[in-house]
C-alpha cells in the first residue's frame, strides 16, 4: 500500500503564498489520479483541485482558481499544491489523496479516492 507524505503547510498573511507538498513512498501503477482536499473547524471536506497522473488533466474548484496550481514531479513520485493570494477563508487541514480511475477526467469527489495522507495546517491571518 502507498503511503503519502506531506509538507508545506504553516502560517501566512492574505496575500501570501505557500507550496505544498505530497511525497509517495513508492510508484503507483495504473491510470489514478491525486488530488487535495480541505477542511475548516466546523465544516465538510471540500475539494480544491485534482490531477491525472498520465493526461496530467486538471480541474480545479471554483474557489481557487486563478490562485492555486496543482503540479506534479512524476520522477519524485510528488504533487504539488501551488497557493497564491491567500485569503482567510483559505485557512484550513489540507490533504493529498490519491485514486485509481477508469477514465483520464480525475474526479472531485471525496470517495474517488481511497489513500489519504495527513495534511498540514494552513492558517491565513487577515
Known amino acids: 500500500q502507498v503511503q503519502l507524505v506531506e509538507s508545506g503547510g504553516g502560517s501566512v498573511q492574505a496575500g501570501g503564498s505557500l507550496r505544498l507538498s505530497c511525497a509517495a513512498s513508492?510508484?503507483?501503477?495504473?491510470?489514478?489520479?491525486m488530488a487535495w482536499f480541505r477542511q475548516a473547524p466546523g465544516k465538510e471536506r471540500e475539494f480544491v483541485a485534482t490531477?491525472?497522473?498520465?493526461?496530467?488533466?486538471?480541474f480545479y474548484a471554483d474557489s481557487v482558481k486563478g490562485r492555486f496550481t496543482i503540479s506534479k514531479d512524476s520522477a519524485k513520485n510528488t504533487l504539488y499544491l501551488q497557493m497564491n493570494s491567500l485569503k482567510p477563508e483559505d485557512t484550513a487541514v489540507y490533504s493529498c489523496?490519491?485514486?485509481?480511475?477508469?477514465?483520464?477526467?480525475?474526479?472531485?469527489?471525496?470517495?474517488?479516492?481511497?489513500?489519504w495522507g495527513q495534511g498540514p495546517q494552513v492558517t491565513v491571518s487577515s
Open positions: 513508492r510508484r503507483t501503477r495504473g491510470n489514478y489520479n
Open positions: 489523496a490519491l485514486g485509481w480511475s477508469l477514465s483520464t477526467v480525475p474526479p472531485n469527489t471525496a470517495p474517488s479516492y481511497g489513500i
Open positions: 490531477i491525472n497522473w498520465s493526461s496530467g488533466n486538471t
